[in-house]
Every structure is written in C-alpha cells, then in structure tokens.
Nanobody, 124 residues
Framework: QVQLVESGGGLVQAGGSLRLSCAASGRSFSNVAMGWFRQALGKEREFVAGISYSGTYYADAVKDRFTISRDNAKNTVYLQMNSLKPEDTAVYFC???????????????????WGQGTQVTVSS
C-alpha cells in the first residue's frame, strides 16, 4: 500500500524558514515525478513545486524562495521554504505520479498518490 506522509509544518514568523518532508512507502519513487501543492482556506489547491528526472519546477509565487529536492535512498522529497510570507499560509500536500520517468505536471488531477497534508502558518 502506497503512503505519502508529510511532516515539518508549523507556525513561523514572516521572513522565517521551514523544511517540509514527504516520506514515501509502499514502492520506490525514484525517477517518478513528485510535487508539492498547497491549499489556503477557501481557495483551490495549487501547484507549488515539482521534481522529476528532467529537473525541478516552481510556481512563480515561490520561485527563488523555495527549493524542492529528493533523497532516493530514503524515498523522501523535501521542500525548503525560505523568506516565508503570510500569503504562504496553507495546508501543504505531497503528491506523486504513478509512472516511472513521468514528468512534473502542474495540474492536481495528474497525480495518483497524495499525503494527508501539513499545516504551514506564517504570521506577520
């Protein structure tokens, strides 16, 4: 059974940093596209960052502040978030596609597996 478990969320002041982790189990996610999405209260879930064999991709709102990376040996993906802003407040979800050598997609319905989410709150 595939599971994605996020951790690392919390409360931080504006300008601060957090690192989110997404630990995958049930199969290997090496060479599988994985992404981070977020959903603020009352808003649609949106793409934040993705990583695949072809590289890393970011939403314009987080480019130059967030960094996505992975450790294939640990089957884990990370999201380093720096210079956080109050508008980054949301529940952050980890997602993975099913196929090997899949590429990053920015649409949520392209992902087959999802974590339960972790809350990130940035105070001003």
């Amino acid at each position: 059974q595939v599971q994605l478990v996020e951790s690392g969320g919390g409360l931080v002041q504006a300008g601060g940093s957090l690192r989110l982790s997404c630990a995958a189990s049930g199969r290997s996610f090496s060479n599988v596209a994985m992404g981070w999405f977020r959903q603020a209260l009352g808003k649609e879930r949106e793409f934040v960052a993705g990583i695949s064999y072809s590289g890393t991709y970011y939403a314009d709102a987080v480019k130059d502040r967030f960094t996505i990376s992975r450790d294939n040996a640990k089957n884990t993906v990370y999201l380093q978030m720096n210079s956080l802003k109050p508008e980054d407040t949301a529940v952050y979800f980890c997602a993975a596609r099913r196929r090997y050598y899949s590429d990053v997609a920015r649409e949520r319905n392209e992902y087959d597996y999802w974590g339960q989410g972790t809350q990130v709150t940035v105070s001003s």
